[in-house]
């Protein structure tokens, strides 16, 4: 994880490698779009030799791999993939998303990964979803992620209420300035002005509501 700092590129690869290759904007992954295995990794022959792309990829950019050391996709999300065949991450070929670990280290890992997310909470009995996919969810996780996300929008309605007062403020300074200049005319533009501002608070918080 410490390689994360580097960034990696893909055009840096061989064209024949890179071409397969389509960078996921949100995670930052690699996905090989080539041959992949039933195990899920990415595959490619390479100067007469059969590869697993994402060590391919970290062996061109980064470094050579120590025998003894395997690649570790530290993308992987544990609450939503498997970890066998059908996880997207194995097709990851990001260098700065692959850490080089013992075995032994990748094996714990895994072990561990079956009794804690990703963040480190335990999965016992009160702290477990089951998705209707069948994969496992925390719950101490989602209670965060809801409360993140109430005071996200708490602060999103803090922020148009300040709009909508200001507007209002602004409205009525506006309609200050006018009244002096022409009073002739304030019977007729009270009556017209009046609902203006009420359908567009009323908006405005309508399309709160739609984007919350
Ligand atoms: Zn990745
Ligand atoms: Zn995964
Ligand atoms: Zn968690």
């Not at 999103?156 to 300040?162: I, S």
């Not at 403020?169 to 200050?176: H, I, L, P, V």
């Amino acid at each position: 994880m410490t390689v994360a700092a580097v960034e990696y590129r893909v055009e840096d690869l061989p064209p024949r490698i890179a071409k397969r290759i389509t960078v996921d904007p949100e995670s930052g992954c690699w996905r090989w779009g080539g041959e992949v295995g039933r195990n899920g990794y990415g595959r490619t022959g390479w100067q007469g030799r059969r590869w697993l792309t994402h060590r391919l990829a970290y062996v061109l950019l980064a470094e050579p791999i120590p025998v003894d050391l395997e690649l570790d996709h530290t993308c992987c999300r544990p609450e939503t993939c498997h970890g066998g065949g059908d996880c997207p991450h194995r097709r990851c070929c990001n260098p700065a998303h692959l850490e080089a670990v013992t075995r032994a280290e990748n094996l714990r890992r895994a072990v561990r990964l079956t009794t804690h997310c990703r963040n480190g909470h335990r999965y016992d009995g009160a702290n477990i979803l089951i998705a209707s996919d069948g994969t496992r969810r925390c719950v101490e996780c989602r209670r965060a992620y809801s409360a993140a996300l109430a005071e996200r929008r708490r602060s999103w309605g803090v922020f148009m209420d300040n709009l909508v007062r200001e507007h209002e403020r602004r409205r009525g300074a506006a309609n200050d300035a006018r009244h002096p200049d022409s009073p002739a005319h304030s019977p007729d533009a009270t009556p017209d002005s009046t609902p203006t501002p009420v359908g567009e608070v009323g908006e405005a918080s309508g399309a709160q509501v739609g984007e919350g």
